[in-house]
């Protein structure tokens, strides 16, 4: 009987043992990390020392730090204990650390990565933790060099001032601060600087853009070296006491290349006496302000600008949130001196006072703004322009989107003002420049200089350009458009109408458009081209013919004399109202009407030509007729009649040379047409005088006789003197006509104007002469076709000559007749902004993923994701979409590019503890009680005798038994589990191992002893359920089941299949479903699966039970 009870004991010993040992593998093997509190320095720094990865640092009471809290190479968290917010604040006294800089002054927390490994990365949240830096001294110096910094070792770096009271020094350091994260009080020169890292400011965090003096001395957040910020807190600052809803510093700084700022948050009712963003000098970041972005309400000292890129290259900024209701500051976005820079406005900007503008470029060179599709400016007060274009050199601006109700408080322009270094706007359909004001000229848009303006559709109405006071300088002039000085407006469609020139007792001329005259500075008038489009109802105050469009001298007071240079012309497409063109001089007094000149192809050219105009002639309905046989030289030519009066007529002299050349007149016939303008001529086209000059060796004598007009003969202001000139042997008349946008010209300047070039072949005498044109398509066109037909019907294809810009033609080719040159040209068609998609890509605590969180990325673009372990970690999975895991290979290569993206995706990355070979972890046996020792054993090999902490490996196995010295006798294990059994095994360690050791003496009961009855009858239970488990699993649990095809069904996969494992297969040249069905009982269903993105098919985990069946049908 003794035999069999000591057996049965043996049994139900190993039986025990090996239950205990499966219970302390399964508790060891915890990935979430510990939780330990402190409550002073000494604890908190030791605590941070010591802490792994995934541990959590619970303060349960203020703290008054004097040194330095430096977390590098792990990820932790600090968190107040519940229910409380706990300060840690920065003691009067601060100890000095030592890195490579040498002794510095530090922050209150650094965050770093190792420089010499670059696989290790590090990262610190902050939850319900307020860092107050109040005491914190000054210096002499602004700011700590970085922590990778080679510096100069002469410099004392102990004089330099704190950096911030966080700082993060590394590429791969990371800091959050979470719900009820504060940092307070900034001493030093930033409260968070980041070189490198990362910066999440999440929902219920906050930072204080003051110290309630001078600020912080370079940004409350400053970046450097390729940053992240994510912004997705909410400031508000009705919910805080002065001075923490006052932001005197520069509050996102950036001062060095790349870096990426990513705005979701939300910052309203608060003070700012400097920029919420300031970048300076650095290049190629990228400012993303999501739909949830905003900056409202606030109050912007005088003088600041809310965003500004100053300096820089390729720096991007797109903004699809809100800024509204703010007052004060200057502009809302300011491009300062940035080459390359891009602006995309897909948000709204709305209801804020600004004494500058709400954007603003200035000093660029070759950057790209566009207001998209969603994009809206509307009801703000400005200075000059909503939007404002100086010496921004070569801009190019695009308008998809409104602009609207914004008021010039000051000065020309409601909507957008461009001048200098040639800036170029483009208006395209869907565009609404509506109801804008401007107190000076240009309601909506006011060109100036080397401006050009293109629109290709949209709409421009309910816009009013406006004189304050009759005090103001000059008149309202262009109510839609003012093109002054030597600015051009390209019209190529669209709409202009019911915009509005002046106000009741104020002059205003030009309601839709008014093209005004050159100055002393500059040599040419503006230049309106109208091929399409249409200009009607509009209105002016000053004139009722000219309320669609108007030329007339500069406002400004600017002397008659040298009002001149305009050119307006209008194409067969366009549409004028009823009151199209009139003019005036420059103080606003209409003197219309004028008289259209066409030419052959019924094409419109305005404008003076020489520099002894007096005052430029416009456009109105009547039209001089056509004299057959006739080209114009010049176009109208105003010849002034002053010191005239009391004689019968006068002469003129039209010059002997056309083009700088010299020609013989018997070889043509001249005609002189000549009409009398001014405020007190007759109608003109009843006093049109034919004249046919006399030839003379200096030119052609032309007398005008003086012509009374109906009031008693007062003489007219002036004439109107237009030469026509004919060949009178072989007239050959070259037209060029075009249908769409472009310019022709001669590069030898023998033409004539734009659309009638007279060639002149006996001009030189050479029956082979070849004049050379280049035909130039306008911005946003492009050459489609070029024909030349001779007089007698010959045709000439020139359309490859034309684009290669080499198109000659030549005397032989052209015949008596109408010789014409037809260029046909297309607007290139605008690509339509591409639809974005969102890829979320998140990892679990023990990997990371880059980038990470959502990324945009554009239809049919591609995006790669890098992935990889925490050290002591292993990757175990990556899915896509939730349903799509990639293979070990895929995992193995440590990469995933999504491409050809036409829709939104996820990744998500999964890891366990690695296996052996991972991290150092560590075993520490204290004896708390008694008298004794302990032995271990890792991985097999023989017993030692523990004497001090012992390294492991993750992953190693270990033994470790107890010996009692003695008089004392073993009594218990904690790890920290209470063990009664003296020799413990630990399999596959996945973190350091601290056990407790007890001894009793020999005369103190034991817990064994006391209830040995009670564990040998647990073991015997124990012991049968063992056994009753092993013959289920020999009897009837099966660990492996086959998978049955037809052969031809072209399947390819295992036959066998691991029991409720996943199995996956392929399907050679097919793509479509796949059934599916576990078993063969009555009950078994048939179940179908689709491919994944590598053609695999998968049968999910936990399915099979039983024989799998695959076929290739359709349920």
């Given at each position: 009987?003794?035999?069999?009870?000591?057996?049965?004991?043996?049994?139900?010993?190993?039986?025990?043992?090996?239950?205990?040992?499966?219970?302390?593998?399964?508790?060891?093997?915890?990935?979430?990390?510990?939780?330990?509190?402190v409550?002073?320095q000494?604890s908190?720094?030791n605590a941070?020392?010591?802490?792994q990865?995934?541990?959590?640092?619970?303060?349960t009471?203020?703290?008054?730090?004097?040194?330095?809290?430096?977390?590098?190479d792990?990820?932790?968290?600090?968190?107040?204990?519940?229910?409380?917010?706990?300060?840690i604040s920065?003691?009067?006294?601060?100890?000095q650390?030592?890195?490579r800089?040498?002794?510095y002054?530090?922050?209150m927390?650094e965050v770093?990565?190792s420089?010499?490994?670059?696989?290790k990365t590090?990262?610190l949240?902050?939850?319900n933790i307020?860092l107050?830096?109040r005491?914190?001294p000054?210096?002499?110096?602004?700011?700590?060099?970085?922590?990778?910094?080679?510096?100069?070792?002469?410099?004392?770096?102990?004089?330099?001032?704190?950096?911030?009271v966080?700082?993060?020094?590394?590429?791969?350091a990371?800091?959050?601060l979470?719900?009820?994260?504060?940092?307070?009080n900034?001493?030093?020169?930033?409260?968070i600087?980041?070189d490198?890292?990362?910066?999440?400011?999440?929902?219920?965090?906050?930072?204080?853009g003051?110290n309630?003096?001078?600020?912080?001395?370079?940004?409350?957040l400053?970046?450097q070296g390729?940053?992240?910020?994510?912004?997705?807190?909410t400031?508000?600052?009705?919910?805080?006491?002065?001075?923490?809803?006052?932001?005197?510093?520069k509050?996102?700084?950036?001062?060095?290349?790349?870096?990426?700022?990513?705005?979701?948050?939300?910052i309203?009712?608060?003070t700012?006496?400097?920029?919420?963003?300031y970048?300076?000098?650095?290049?190629?970041?990228a400012?993303?302000f999501?739909?949830?972005?905003?900056f409202?309400?606030?109050?912007?000292?005088?003088g600041?600008?809310?965003i500004?890129?100053?300096?820089?290259q390729d720096?991007?900024i797109?903004?699809f949130?809100?800024?509204?209701g703010?007052?004060?500051?200057?502009?809302?976005?300011?491009?300062?001196?940035?080459t390359?820079?891009?602006?995309?406005i897909?948000?709204?900007i709305?209801?804020?006072?600004?004494?500058?503008?709400?954007?603003c470029?200035?000093?660029?060179?070759?950057?790209?703004?566009t207001?998209?599709?969603?994009?809206?400016?509307?009801?703000?007060?400005v200075?000059?322009?909503?939007?404002?274009?100086?010496?921004?050199?070569?801009i190019?601006?695009?308008?998809?989107?409104e602009?609207?109700?914004?008021?010039?408080?000051?000065?020309?322009?409601?909507a957008?003002?461009a001048?200098?270094?040639n800036?170029?706007?483009?208006?395209?359909?869907?565009?609404?420049?509506?109801?804008?004001?401007?107190?000076g000229?240009?309601?909506?848009i006011?060109?100036?200089?080397?401006?050009?303006?293109?629109?290709y559709?949209?709409?421009i109405?309910?816009?009013?350009?406006?004189?304050?006071?009759?005090?103001d300088a000059?008149l309202?002039?262009g109510g839609?458009?003012?093109?002054?000085?030597?600015?051009?407006?390209?019209?190529?469609g669209?709409?202009?109408?019911?915009?509005?020139?002046?106000?009741?007792?104020?002059?205003?001329?030009?309601g839709?458009?008014?093209v005004s005259?050159?100055?002393?500075s500059?040599t040419?008038?503006?230049?309106?081209i109208?091929?399409?489009?249409t200009?009607?109802?509009?209105f002016?105050?000053?004139?009722?013919d000219g309320?669609?469009?108007?030329?007339?001298?500069?406002?400004?007071?600017?002397?008659?004399s040298?009002?001149k240079?305009?050119?307006?012309q209008?194409?067969?497409?366009?549409?004028?109202?009823?009151?199209?063109?009139?003019?005036?001089?420059?103080?606003?007094?209409?003197?219309?009407?004028?008289?259209?000149?066409t030419?052959?192809?019924?094409?419109?050219?305005?404008?003076?030509l020489?520099?002894?105009?007096?005052?430029?002639?416009?456009n109105?309905?009547?039209?001089?007729?056509?004299?057959?046989g006739?080209?114009?030289?010049?176009?109208?030519?105003?010849?002034?009649?002053?010191?005239?009066?009391?004689?019968?007529?006068f002469?003129?002299?039209?010059?002997a040379?056309?083009g700088?050349a010299?020609?013989?007149?018997n070889?043509?016939?001249?005609?002189?047409?000549?009409?009398p303008?001014?405020a007190?001529?007759?109608?003109?086209?009843?006093?049109t005088?034919?004249?046919?000059?006399?030839?003379?060796d200096?030119?052609?004598?032309?007398t005008i006789?003086?012509?009374?007009?109906?009031?008693?003969g007062?003489?007219i202001?002036?004439?109107?003197?237009?030469i026509l000139?004919?060949?009178?042997?072989?007239?050959l008349?070259?037209?060029?006509?075009?249908?769409?946008?472009?310019d022709?010209?001669?590069?030898?300047g023998?033409?004539?104007?734009?659309?009638s070039?007279?060639?002149n072949?006996?001009?030189?005498?050479?029956p082979?002469?070849?004049?050379?044109?280049?035909?130039?398509?306008?911005?946003?066109?492009?050459?489609?076709?070029v024909?030349?037909?001779?007089?007698?019907?010959?045709?000439?294809?020139?359309?490859?000559?034309?684009?290669s810009?080499?198109?000659?033609?030549s005397?032989?080719e052209?015949?008596?007749g109408?010789?014409?040159?037809?260029?046909?040209f297309?607007?290139i068609?605008?690509?339509?902004?591409?639809?974005?998609?969102?890829?979320t890509a998140t990892?679990?605590s023990?990997s990371?993923?880059?980038?990470s969180?959502?990324?945009?990325?554009?239809?049919?673009?591609?995006?790669?994701?890098?992935?990889?372990?925490?050290?002591?970690?292993?990757?175990?999975e990556?899915l896509?979409?939730?349903?799509?895991?990639?293979?070990?290979?895929?995992?193995?290569?440590?990469?995933?590019?999504?491409?050809?993206?036409?829709?939104n995706?996820?990744?998500?990355v999964?890891?366990?503890?690695a296996?052996?070979?991972?991290?150092?972890?560590?075993?520490?046996?204290?004896?708390?009680?008694?008298?004794?020792?302990?032995?271990?054993?890792?991985n097999?090999?023989?017993?030692?005798?523990?004497?001090?902490p012992v390294?492991?490996q993750?992953?190693?196995?270990?033994?470790?038994?107890?010996?009692?010295?003695?008089?004392?006798?073993?009594?218990?294990?904690?790890?920290?589990?209470?063990?009664?059994?003296s020799?413990l095994?630990?399999?596959d360690?996945?973190?350091?191992?601290?056990?407790?050791?007890?001894?009793?003496?020999?005369?103190?009961?034991?817990?064994v002893?006391?209830?040995?009855?009670?564990?040998?009858?647990?073991?015997?239970?124990v012991?049968?359920?063992?056994?009753?488990?092993?013959?289920?699993?020999?009897?009837?649990?099966?660990r492996?089941?086959d998978v049955?095809?037809?052969?031809s069904?072209?399947?390819?996969g295992n036959?066998?299949?691991?029991?409720k494992?996943e199995?996956?297969?392929?399907?050679?040249?097919y793509?479509?479903k796949?059934?599916?069905?576990?078993g063969?009982?009555?009950?078994?269903?048939w179940?179908?699966?689709?491919?994944?993105?590598?053609?695999?098919?998968?049968?999910p985990?936990g399915?099979?039970?039983?024989?799998?069946?695959?076929?290739?049908?359709?349920?």
């Amino acid at each position: 009987m003794m035999n069999i009870y000591h057996k049965v004991s043996v049994v139900a010993c190993i039986a025990a043992l090996l239950f205990i040992t499966s219970f302390a593998v399964i508790t060891s093997d915890d990935s979430q990390g510990a939780t330990v509190s402190v409550n002073d320095q000494t604890s908190l720094l030791n605590a941070v020392n010591s802490a792994q990865n995934g541990d959590t640092i619970l303060v349960t009471q203020d703290i008054v730090l004097n040194e330095l809290i430096y977390v590098a190479d792990k990820h932790i968290t600090i968190e107040g204990a519940a229910g409380s917010n706990i300060t840690i604040s920065r003691a009067s006294v601060f100890a000095q650390h030592f890195d490579r800089r040498g002794w510095y002054n530090p922050a209150m927390i650094e965050v770093a990565a190792s420089p010499s490994d670059t696989s290790k990365t590090s990262s610190l949240t902050l939850l319900n933790i307020t860092l107050d830096d109040r005491n914190a001294p000054g210096g002499p110096y602004a700011f700590q060099y970085p922590w990778d910094s080679n510096n100069d070792p002469s410099v004392d770096t102990t004089k330099y001032v704190y950096d911030a009271v966080m700082a993060a020094y590394s590429d791969r350091a990371t800091i959050t601060l979470g719900e009820g994260a504060k940092i307070i009080n900034i001493g030093g020169a930033s409260a968070i600087r980041v070189d490198g890292g990362i910066l999440n400011l999440e929902e219920g965090s906050y930072v204080q853009g003051t110290n309630g003096s001078s600020g912080s001395l370079f940004g409350t957040l400053w970046f450097q070296g390729g940053a992240t910020l994510n912004f997705d807190t909410t400031i508000d600052g009705s919910t805080l006491a002065s001075p923490y809803n006052v932001f005197d510093a520069k509050y996102i700084y950036s001062d060095m290349s790349g870096g990426t700022y990513n705005f979701t948050g939300k910052i309203i009712n608060c003070t700012f006496k400097q920029p919420l963003f300031y970048n300076v000098i650095g290049s190629n970041y990228a400012l993303n302000f999501s739909s949830t972005g905003e900056f409202s309400g606030n109050t912007v000292s005088a003088g600041v600008n809310y965003i500004i890129s100053q300096s820089g290259q390729d720096n991007t900024i797109n903004f699809f949130g809100k800024i509204s209701g703010n007052t004060g500051g200057s502009s809302i976005f300011l491009f300062s001196g940035s080459t390359r820079g891009t602006l995309l406005i897909n948000g709204e900007i709305s209801n804020n006072v600004v004494s500058g503008q709400t954007i603003c470029f200035a000093q660029g060179l070759d950057c790209i703004a566009t207001i998209g599709k969603d994009g809206k400016i509307s009801g703000n007060k400005v200075n000059i322009g909503a939007i404002y274009l100086n010496y921004a050199t070569n801009i190019k601006f695009n308008i998809y989107g409104e602009i609207s109700n914004n008021i010039s408080l000051s000065n020309n322009a409601g909507a957008l003002y461009a001048i200098y270094n040639n800036p170029r706007i483009f208006i395209y359909d869907g565009a609404r420049i509506i109801g804008n004001t401007a107190y000076g000229a240009g309601g909506a848009i006011y060109l100036n200089y080397t401006a050009t303006l293109t629109m290709y559709g949209g709409e421009i109405s309910g816009n009013i350009a406006q004189c304050k006071d009759m005090a103001d300088a000059g008149l309202a002039g262009g109510g839609g458009v003012c093109v002054a000085r030597s600015a051009t407006f390209i019209m190529n469609g669209g709409t202009i109408s019911g915009n509005y020139a002046g106000i009741a007792g104020y002059p205003g001329i030009g309601g839709g458009v008014f093209v005004s005259g050159k100055t002393t500075s500059v040599t040419t008038g503006g230049r309106f081209i109208m091929n399409g489009g249409t200009v009607s109802g509009n209105f002016a105050t000053s004139v009722t013919d000219g309320a669609d469009i108007a030329i007339g001298g500069s406002n400004n007071n600017i002397s008659p004399s040298i009002d001149k240079g305009q050119f307006i012309q209008i194409g067969k497409d366009a549409v004028i109202g009823t009151n199209p063109i009139g003019v005036s001089k420059y103080d606003g007094t209409y003197v219309g009407p004028a008289v259209f000149l066409t030419d052959r192809s019924g094409a419109v050219r305005i404008g003076a030509l020489l520099d002894t105009v007096k005052l430029n002639i416009a456009n109105k309905a009547t039209v001089m007729p056509e004299y057959s046989g006739y080209s114009l030289q010049n176009s109208s030519v105003w010849y002034s009649v002053d010191g005239t009066t009391g004689t019968s007529s006068f002469t003129i002299t039209y010059p002997a040379k056309i083009g700088g050349a010299a020609y013989d007149h018997n070889d043509y016939n001249w005609l002189a047409v000549i009409q009398p303008m001014g405020a007190n001529a007759t109608d003109p086209g009843t006093n049109t005088v034919f004249l046919v000059p006399t030839r003379a060796d200096n030119g052609l004598i032309i007398t005008i006789p003086l012509i009374a007009t109906s009031s008693g003969g007062v003489p007219i202001e002036g004439y109107n003197v237009v030469i026509l000139a004919e060949l009178k042997d072989k007239p050959l008349k070259l037209d060029v006509k075009s249908s769409g946008s472009g310019d022709f010209y001669i590069p030898d300047g023998l033409g004539g104007s734009l659309y009638s070039i007279i060639l002149n072949p006996p001009l030189l005498g050479n029956p082979q002469f070849v004049d050379n044109f280049v035909i130039s398509p306008a911005p946003g066109w492009e050459i489609k076709s070029v024909i030349l037909t001779a007089g007698d019907g010959t045709v000439f294809d020139k359309t490859a000559d034309a684009l290669s810009g080499n198109l000659k033609v030549s005397y032989n080719e052209l015949a008596t007749g109408a010789n014409t040159i037809t260029a046909v040209f297309t607007i290139i068609p605008t690509p339509p902004e591409p639809k974005q998609y969102t890829i979320t890509a998140t990892a679990d605590s023990g990997s990371t993923i880059t980038p990470s969180g959502k990324v945009t990325v554009q239809q049919g673009g591609s995006q790669t994701f890098a992935f990889k372990a925490k050290e002591g970690y292993k990757i175990t999975e990556v899915l896509i979409d939730g349903l799509y895991p990639l293979t070990q290979t895929e995992i193995d290569s440590g990469s995933y590019t999504f491409p050809n993206v036409m829709s939104n995706h996820t990744i998500a990355v999964k890891s366990i503890t690695a296996g052996p070979g991972g991290n150092e972890i560590t075993l520490t046996i204290d004896i708390v009680k008694g008298d004794g020792y302990a032995e271990y054993n890792i991985n097999g090999g023989g017993f030692n005798r523990y004497t001090e902490p012992v390294t492991l490996q993750v992953g190693d196995d270990l033994v470790v038994r107890a010996f009692a010295a003695d008089g004392y006798k073993f009594a218990k294990w904690e790890t920290p589990n209470v063990e009664t059994s003296s020799v413990l095994t630990f399999n596959d360690l996945g973190s350091s191992l601290h056990l407790k050791l007890y001894f009793s003496t020999a005369g103190e009961s034991s817990a064994v002893g006391d209830n040995s009855i009670f564990l040998w009858i647990l073991f015997i239970i124990v012991l049968l359920i063992l056994i009753i488990l092993l013959l289920w699993l020999i009897l009837f649990y099966r660990r492996r089941y086959d998978v049955i095809w037809d052969s031809s069904s072209g399947i390819e996969g295992n036959d066998k299949v691991r029991r409720k494992s996943e199995y996956r297969f392929k399907a050679v040249g097919y793509s479509g479903k796949m059934a599916y069905r576990i078993g063969e009982d009555d009950d078994a269903t048939w179940k179908t699966v689709l491919p994944n993105v590598n053609g695999e098919y998968v049968i999910p985990k936990g399915e099979i039970t039983d024989n799998v069946f695959l076929e290739k049908r359709q349920l």
